[in-house]
């Protein structure tokens, strides 16, 4: 883990999620600003997370025609030219919220196809033994840099503007990009086409319908995608005003509780790979059933408190179980399916979570939260039958 290739790799990408979200940030404020409409404010995330299942979905036409370095470079690069553009139509005009949301789309396009192409990356540049090690440290960046961005962003935004904010993010765009074009190309990943490019579409889930073990994991992606659904914003502010009887604010610490439970995960995962990677067949199903029980003591209790070391608590025991499902898919696939592969797994969850966002909006409509919170947990406890297949394999 210590080369050079995987210290570009980390580096480059914790700049580009810093921005990420700095970015996000500066376009809900520009846009409330603009519009002033709630309606457009809910269109961010539906508008962010269609086009990234767009994307995931066109993906391994791309995987198929350029190098993973490629991929994740250029997207970068492209990302910080559109967001340039984005700064001089904020610059010169009026200010159009349906151009922003365009532009807004275009930069979530090239998401889908570059977290694909990072994560399949990771095992040509890592050790087999190392690769939970690996992909638990850059969880612990990932998720300290998410953790830390929001709180930093709203920092910034009220110290500057959302102008000077996109200046600062475009900054870190372009130090990112040079960190990515900086990766090495890995000439294994470099494939020749024998196929029409329609056909191409169902790569990725060719190779998951011919793997058992594959088949077992996009299983548990699916039940907790469907599961996640209730930790939306929506869904834990009724929880907050409704069940604990507290402020907003306290959807903000629930929050915080949920990201430091994912940092926590993620050191120790980096650090003790050994312990975790040795009993992966026991750790797994413990880890399924604590985000159940966690879940549905969550969903009952009325102690605020409480419901903060819960959200640890279901952070920790996520994490630990996302980290070893990502470290059973990469050493799962084929080297050279495993970035379609990693499309066809963002794509399920993308679509997964959103139509199951919606479907949470309209049972709160006829039950109640603890309720929702209860099929979650229902849902997680579920995803033991696919993980007995997983050790199998």
């Not at 940030?25 to 086009?51: E, R």
Request: aromatic letters at 14%; one cysteine or more; a positive charge.
């Amino acid at each position: 883990m210590a080369s050079k290739a995987f210290r570009h790799l980390w580096i480059g990408q914790a700049l580009a999620n810093m921005g990420d979200i700095m970015y996000i940030v500066a376009l809900i404020s520009l846009i409330h600003k603009v519009s002033g409409s709630p309606v457009y404010l809910t269109a961010v995330p539906f508008v962010i997370t269609f086009s990234r299942f767009i994307s995931s979905v066109i993906a391994p036409l791309l995987l198929n025609r350029s190098q993973m370095k490629s991929l994740i470079a250029y997207s970068q690069l492209a990302k910080t030219l559109l967001l340039i553009l984005f700064l001089v139509i904020v610059l010169f005009s009026s200010g159009n919220v349906w151009i922003y949301l365009g532009i807004a789309s275009m930069i979530s396009f090239l998401d889908g196809w570059a977290l694909p192409a990072r994560n399949a990356y990771v095992p040509f540049i890592v050790k087999r033994e190392e690769l939970m090690g690996a992909n638990g440290f850059l969880s612990t960046v990932d998720q300290t840099i998410q953790f830390s961005s929001w709180a930093l962003g709203g920092l910034l935004l009220a110290i500057l503007n959302e102008s000077l904010l996109f200046i600062l993010v475009i900054v870190l765009f372009l130090i990112s990009t040079l960190y990515m074009l900086k990766l090495p190309v890995i000439p294994s990943t470099t494939l020749h086409q024998k196929r029409h490019w329609w056909k191409q579409f169902g790569e990725g889930w060719s190779e998951v319908s011919r793997n058992k073990r594959l088949k077992s994991i996009f299983c548990v992606y699916g039940l907790e995608s469907a599961a996640g659904a209730v930790w939306i914003a929506a869904v834990l502010y009724l929880y907050v005003d409704l069940v604990l009887n507290r402020s907003e604010a306290w959807w903000g610490f629930i929050n915080s509780s949920f990201f430091i439970g994912l940092v926590i995960a993620s050191f120790l995962v980096f650090k003790r790979h050994g312990l975790f990677s040795g009993k992966r067949s026991g750790w797994l199903p413990i880890c399924m059933i604590m985000t159940s029980i966690v879940t549905f003591l969550f969903a009952w209790n009325t102690a605020a408190f409480t419901a903060l070391f819960l959200s640890v608590l279901f952070g920790a025991f996520d994490q630990i179980k996302t980290i070893m499902l990502q470290t059973y898919l990469q050493e799962s696939t084929p080297p050279d399916e495993m970035g379609k592969v990693y499309a066809a797994q963002g794509a399920l969850t993308t679509l997964i979570f959103g139509l199951s966002s919606l479907g949470v909006g309209i049972l709160l409509e006829f039950t109640t939260v603890q309720i929702i919170f209860s099929i979650s947990a229902f849902l997680l406890l579920m995803t033991l039958l696919p993980v007995r297949s997983i050790k199998k394999a």
